[in-house]
T-cell receptor
Framework: EAQVTQNPRYLITVTGKKLTVTCSQN?????MSWYRQDPGLGLRQIYY???????DKGDVPEGYKVSRKEKRNFPLILESPSPNQTSLYFC???????????FGPGTRLTVT | GESVGLHLPTLSVQEGDNSIINCAYS??????FIWYKQESGKGPQFIID?????DKRQGQRVTVLLNKTVKHLSLQIAATQPGDSAVYFC?????????????FGTGTKLQVIP
């Protein structure tokens, strides 16, 4: 089954404790992206990747890092999480020649 | 479900009627516009897209209209069904030197009244 998976689905952590949210897709998509979703603000792009080793900032990259060492994986790293990073996070992927993004199920992160 | 529906404009439609969801976009250089549907507790799901050089595109029960003069996008859903109840987002894709960014609107909640 074609899908985007994220882990963990739910995470409660404390300020400053480094964490990684994993994202994996099995569709051989070149383009992958991370979004955060907050009430009233819609989805905002954090980082995206056009292909392996090619990444760029979205609209809200501060406090986040990404890497794209393999085509299927695009982890989101929070080196020192803060409470304002409490949010619902979505990973998505698509082919370069299409605008149909496939989204993962979301990761609910709470930073206390 | 997740509380993504807070503070969203809401459109209430009787089952069987047509729905029109509107969106204003900001970047006149955007080359593609996309509509997504998000059901409670799930990730967004692609509905339809339209290239910036088109003004209308039809899918199954959905039509997207693009008015570049006033930077306005609309999604029309024919014969709205209870399963159409969700939050709908428009998104615009913009390119810059080989890179591509996606900017989402804040969303509209569609409530279908049985």
């Amino acid at each position: 089954e074609a899908q985007v998976t994220q882990n963990p689905r739910y995470l409660i952590t404390v300020t400053g404790k480094k964490l990684t949210v994993t994202c994996s897709q099995n569709m051989n998509h070149e383009y992958m992206s991370w979004y955060r979703q907050d009430p009233g603000l819609g989805l905002r792009q954090i980082y995206y990747s056009m292909n392996v080793e090619v990444t760029d900032k979205g609209d809200v990259p501060e406090g986040y890092k990404v890497s794209r060492k393999e085509k299927r994986n695009f982890p989101l790293i929070l080196e020192s999480p803060s409470p304002n990073q409490t949010s619902l996070y979505f990973c998505a992927s698509r082919r370069t020649d299409s605008y149909e993004q496939y989204f993962g199920p979301g990761t609910r992160l709470t930073v206390t | 479900g997740e509380s993504v529906g807070l503070h969203l404009p809401t459109l209430s439609v009787q089952e069987g009627d047509n729905s029109i969801i509107n969106c204003a976009y900001s970047n006149s250089a955007s080359d593609y516009f996309i509509w997504y549907k998000q059901e409670s507790g799930k990730g967004p799901q692609f509905i339809i897209d339209i290239r910036s050089n088109m003004d209308k595109r039809q899918g199954q029960r959905v039509t997207v209209l693009l008015n570049k003069t006033v930077k306005h996008l609309s999604l029309q859903i024919a014969a709205t069904q209870p399963g159409d109840s969700a939050v709908y987002f428009c998104a615009e894709n913009s390119r810059s030197g080989g890179y591509q960014k996606v900017t989402f609107g804040t969303g509209t909640k569609l409530q279908v009244i049985p």
